[in-house]
Each structure stands twice: as C-alpha cells, then as structure tokens.
C-alpha cells in the first residue's frame, strides 16, 4: 500500500529564504505526483503535476523534482514572500488504480 | 467556467442526522471523488466515480453513499451522522484515462456532528 510521508511537519522562515519542502513515497510505481497549496479554511489549489517520465516542473519561483527510484520529490521555493505561507501537500497516483495518495503536509510560515 | 463546486459550505447536524453534501462540475470531468480531511491526517478517500453510473469505494467509505447519475453531479449521503464524522469534505475531479491526471478541488464543506 502506498504511503506519503512529508517533511518537515512545519517551517517557519523569515521571508526572502529560499526553500526546499520534502516528500516521500514509498511505492516508486507510481504514475504522476502533484503538489498543491492549501490556505487555511480553504480548498487545494494544484501547483505543480510531475509525471513519472519527467525530472522536474517549474513554474514561477517554484520547481518540484521528482527522484522515482528513491522514492522522493522536493518543492523548492525561491525567495520565500509572506504570501506563500500556507500548507503544501504533495500527492502521488500509482500505476495501478484511479485514486492519488496524499501526504499530510507542511505547513509553512514566511515571516515579513 | 465555475470549476468544481460544493455546497453547503458550513453544516451542523446532530448525532442520527441524515444530509447531502452536494458537489458539482462544469469541466466534463469523467473522474470524480470525495475525499474527508482530518487533522495531522491528510487527505483520505471515501468514494470515487469513474464515470456516470460508476462508483466505488475508497479508504474510508463507511457511514457514506453516492451516486453518479449525471456527468456533473456527484453527491455525498451521510446516512446517520456521527460525531467521528465531523470533517473537512472535498470534492474533486480530472479527465478520465490518460493525460495528466491533474485534480481539481472544490473550497470544501466543513462539517460538525454534535
């Protein structure tokens, strides 16, 4: 059974940092692995999808990898801003059925 | 186009309470699901539906219905509401096989059972 972890459970950075958020899998079968940003009382916003075939995605100041075979993807974020605070889940397909799995997420705090 | 939508957005119920949590999308998404979040929990599946007329269970589907009668529509039952039933509830939905796989979420229902 896949299981995602995420690393570290919480960040707190003064703004300006730049960052790098953690997640782990341990099934590497897997088919894609988005990332997403959720604001308090809010729903999930997706920013970033990987498929399997790919290295990386970038978009902005944002670039996840993806490292398949050690089971790992990283979400960095470049000079850290107050308004990227938020809690950021990662979430992975398997090649075998419909459904993703998610991590429980990293909540992260940029301090102005 | 209004993405995926859910409706209501607060909800109390008491212990034996039965409701809907309604969710809707404009996309012609083929795939959707309902998912509960709990603290320190993370997302976890309840149903899933791979198309009109076909659900299925997910990791947590006890205490739960659906049904899929039309492309858009994707409502959730609570037969007899419990207080282990007090959540946060997303609706999500992609196109079906192939391409991306992509999920796009509704701004959730925030459920108490009291």
């Known amino acids: 059974k896949q299981e995602v972890t995420q690393i570290p459970a919480a960040l707190s950075v003064p703004e300006g940092e730049n960052l790098v958020l953690n997640c782990s899998f341990t099934?590497?079968?897997?088919?894609?692995l988005q990332w997403f940003r959720q604001d308090p009382g809010k729903g999930l916003t997706s920013l970033l999808l990987?498929?399997?075939?790919?290295r990386e995605q970038t978009s902005g100041r944002l670039n996840a990898s993806l490292d398949k075979s050690s089971g790992r993807s990283t979400l960095y974020i470049a000079a850290s801003q107050p308004g990227d605070s938020a809690t950021y889940l990662c979430a992975v397909k398997d090649n075998y059925g419909q459904n993703f799995v998610f991590g429980p997420g990293t909540r992260l705090s940029v301090l102005p | 186009n209004a993405g995926v939508t859910q409706t209501p957005k607060f909800q109390v119920l008491k212990t034996g309470q039965s409701m809907t949590l309604q969710c809707a999308q404009d996309?012609?998404?083929?795939?959707m699901s309902w998912y509960r979040q709990d603290p320190g929990m993370g997302l976890r599946l309840i149903h899933y539906?791979?198309?009109?007329?076909?659900?299925d269970q997910g990791e947590v589907p006890n205490g739960y219905n659906v049904s899929r009668s039309t492309t858009e529509d994707f409502p959730l039952r609570l037969l007899s509401a419990a207080p282990s039933q007090t959540s946060v509830y997303f609706c999500?939905?992609?196109?079906?096989?192939?391409?991306?796989?992509?999920?796009?979420f509704g701004p959730g229902t925030r459920l108490t059972v009291t």
């Open positions: 999500a939905s992609r196109q079906g096989g192939g391409v991306s796989y992509e999920q796009y």
């Open positions: 099934d590497s079968a897997i088919y894609n």
């Open positions: 996309m012609n998404h083929e795939y």
């Open positions: 539906s791979v198309g009109a007329g076909i659900t």
């Open positions: 990987i498929q399997s075939s790919q």
